[in-house]
Nanobody, 124 residues
Framework: EVQLVESVGGSVQAGGSLSLSCTPS????????VGWFRQAPGKEREGVSF????????YYGEFVKGRFTISSDNAKNTVYLQMNSLKPEDTAVYYC?????????????????WGQGTQVTVSS
């Protein structure tokens, strides 16, 4: 079965850290763009961070720059999102995505592969 497998999120206090991982099942990332969207209750889905798996170029939403780091371990076929200095406004369900991006990496419609979603909760 072709799918993306995400690690479990978690709950932390503000200022804490969490790490997410995303591993494909039934395929490899190769030169896909891989990243995360997130969606909080009552809010629109927003792009958090992405990495081009072929050249390593990264993108971060302004709201996570300097706090989150995305990385890829090609030997393990896994992409990681290290989240530091977490804020209550980072609370959301985080979805891993992967695909060849033709236009905008921030457009959810670019991605055919989605993880199951994992809850990240940051308390104040």
């Amino acid at each position: 079965e072709v799918q993306l497998v995400e690690s479990v999120g978690g709950s932390v206090q503000a200022g804490g850290s969490l790490s997410l991982s995303c591993t494909p099942s039934g395929f490899t990332f190769d030169d896909y763009t891989v990243g995360w969207f997130r969606q909080a209750p009552g809010k629109e889905r927003e792009g958090v961070s992405f990495i081009n798996n072929d050249d390593g170029r990264t993108y971060y939403g302004e709201f996570v720059k300097g706090r989150f780091t995305i990385s890829s371990d090609n030997a393990k076929n896994t992409v990681y999102l290290q989240m530091n200095s977490l804020k209550p406004e980072d609370t959301a369900v985080y979805y891993c995505v992967a695909d060849w991006v033709r236009n905008s990496r921030l457009d959810p419609r670019e991605y055919d592969y989605w993880g199951q979603g994992t809850q990240v909760t940051v308390s104040s």
